[in-house]
């Protein structure tokens, strides 16, 4: 099945602003993962116990239940190490989890783009969901041209921060806009979404974005699907 001798070693990374991850954006690929078989290491961008959104603990989720009331599991998230401390080398993809929190603090982080870029330029699979592609957005290509430039991505889009009321109080990113599609559409990606809530994802090579909570399962479904093909 497969074809790969080692195990796919993934690096979950979660936002250290007290904004927050979202809790199905770790809680349903953390599953699919895991039922793969993959090795799952968890990571925040500061380290140590980064805010899970309140809002986001829907404990009628069975996933999200069992991620959360299982201490095992739930650990994972409370005892995080700093990004900076992991090499891109020992990994197979990295995949950023959303949650408002990340709109500060990933698309500026050195290891961010640091880990994205190596990732990218190896190969390996970069992934994020939600507001997690805003990551992705300083990031260069190994051809020095912007790695979203031309590329088919999804992220949270305009219309959904429109129905929350939440787009005016995103942080500017560089001026390209506020919300992930502005952001994306500015750095000259090929955006993409479905009506707010819906299910949406993009691979454009190894290249995966998920637009909003309810991608978040489909996403990790289609990483289990690429590496069973490695």
């Known amino acids: 099945f497969l074809k ?9 990374v979660l936002t250290s602003h007290e904004k927050g991850f979202y809790l199905p954006e770790i809680a349903h690929p953390f599953f ?3 039922k793969a078989g993959f090795e799952i290491k968890l990571c925040s961008i500061n380290g140590g ?27 994972l998230t409370e005892n995080t190490l700093p990004l900076s401390s992991f090499n891109t080398s020992d990994f ?3 995949f950023f989890v959303g949650g408002y929190g990340t709109m500060w603090d990933f698309p500026d982080s050195p290891d961010v783009i640091r880990i994205t870029e190596e990732m990218y330029a190896k ?45 005016d109080s995103l942080p500017d990113c560089r001026g390209l806009g506020k919300s992930c599609e502005e952001v994306f559409v500015a750095r000259g990606a090929k955006y993409s979404c479905a ?5 949406h994802v ?3 090579g190894t290249l995966f974005t998920g637009q909003n909570p309810a991608s978040a399962a489909t996403l990790g ?10």
């Not at 790969?4 to 979950?12: A, D, E, I």
Request: aromatic share 8%; proline share 7%.
């Open 123 to 167: 190969g390996g699979a970069i992934a994020a969901v939600c507001h997690g592609p805003i990551a992705f957005s300083h990031c260069k290509g190994p051809d020095g041209e912007y790695l979203i430039k031309g590329k088919n991505i999804a992220g949270f889009s305009t219309a959904e921060e429109n129905v929350l009321g939440a787009l």
């Open 32 to 34: 699919r993962f895991k």
């Open 221 to 230: 479904d289609e990483l289990v699907k690429y590496f069973a093909t490695k």
């Open 4 to 12: 790969k001798s080692k195990m796919v070693k993934v690096l979950c």
């Open 195 to 199: 009506p707010p809530w819906q299910s």
């Open 202 to 204: 993009q691979v454009d």
């Open 49 to 75: 116990n980064p805010t899970v959104t309140p809002a986001s603990i829907d404990l009628s989720d069975e996933e999200n239940k069992e991620f959360f009331e299982t201490p095992a599991i739930k650990s």
């Open 92 to 94: 197979d993809l990295v």
